[in-house]
């Protein structure tokens, strides 16, 4: 059987009600590879920062079934992202769930796939698949990065309470509108932003917080996976333990300016670049509408606003260097 992201509150309490007799829930770990990974990362940190009582982690397929963390087991839940279903070290991971009792709650795109036989709750997430760029007409309510996100909140919720239950959930009905209107607000910058950057042959991402995946995501599979273009993902907060001395006039930068409790650590890596660099470009939440989220859940929400606009500028990016999004020389091609 085959849920979506409005089947969440029903599957934590099917799970919650399954494990009680063993002790309940006392962890929650998310496990993909690549993007899959990068956009577990929001739920990730919300369980890490409201939760007092469940420990969750966010690991790469691989390491998780070469390094399984010691606690997991009948009292876990494992949510497990995986687009199309077949991708060998994230089917590994959830048979490795599945044969150590864990709920294994699997985010993907493709109800019949390999995958599916080590699921206990099937959940088809929402997504345009017209073109690598999106046209926009997807129900972002229900995109990957949401259904992780809502599934960390559910278990919060039902496990401990959670004070901004309702105000999260304004939110979840908020962020496609927002961005929409964002996607359109960018398309002229994008396609200058791709006229500026189409020969460089080093590029870099900056983000923090629960939005650092969509840079991160951006850095190693757009700009390294998609157009080869060497590539690094730095945390504004790291950018000036050691980062920050490849800033010059020719380096390129790509900066998230996040809405919330980590926009302060953003804000001053621009006013540094303003300072000593030439050449970046600045999304900046508050900006694109985001700040209409209400403050107390709005940091969740940033990854989702970032993630969905980067396909504009993505489009405009391979348009402009003759390289579509969609070619590859070892993916899928060679073993590996």
Not at 36 to 53: C, I, M, T
């Amino acid at each position: 059987m085959a849920y979506n992201y409005r089947d969440i509150p029903q599957i934590v309490r099917e799970i919650l009600a399954a494990k009680a007799e063993d002790g309940g829930v006392k962890n929650v770990y998310f496990v993909g590879c690549g993007g899959s990974l990068g956009a577990l990362y929001p739920a990730k940190v919300f369980v890490e920062r409201e939760s007092l009582g469940l420990k969750t982690g966010w690991i790469n397929s691989n390491e998780f079934v070469h390094s399984t963390p010691k606690d997991f087991g009948k009292n876990s839940v494992l949510c497990v992202a995986c687009h199309a279903g077949n991708t060998p070290e994230t089917v590994a991971a959830a048979k490795l769930g599945k044969e150590s009792g864990a709920a294994v709650v699997l985010l993907t795109y493709q109800e019949e796939s390999e995958i599916a036989a080590f699921a206990d709750y099937l959940l088809l997430y929402s997504f345009d698949s017209s073109s690598s760029a999106h046209t926009g007409d997807m129900d972002y309510a229900g995109e990957k990065t949401q259904c992780a996100l809502q599934l960390a909140v559910e278990l919060v919720n039902d496990t401990e309470g959670y004070e901004h239950y309702d105000a999260f959930y304004q939110g979840v009905e908020r962020i496609g509108g927002i961005i929409r209107k964002a996607r359109e607000q960018v398309a002229d910058r994008a396609k200058a932003f791709a006229q500026e950057y189409k020969n460089d042959s080093f590029l870099y991402t900056m983000g923090s917080g629960a939005s650092w995946a969509s840079a991160y995501m951006e850095s190693i599979c757009i700009f390294m996976e998609m157009q080869w273009i060497h590539s690094a993902c730095i945390h504004t907060g790291e950018y000036f333990h050691g980062p920050f001395e490849v800033t010059d006039c020719n380096a390129g930068f790509v900066v998230q300016i996040a809405e919330g409790s980590d926009r302060e650590l953003d804000e001053r890596c621009l006013r540094f670049l303003k300072k000593y660099a030439k050449r970046f470009e600045v999304l900046d939440a508050k900006e694109l509408g985001l700040s209409t989220i209400d403050p107390s859940v709005v940091d969740y929400f940033n990854h989702s606003l970032f993630n969905n606009v980067y396909p504009i500028y993505n489009a405009a990016l391979a348009e402009a260097r003759q390289h579509p999004l969609s070619t590859r020389r070892y993916m899928w091609k060679v073993a590996y």
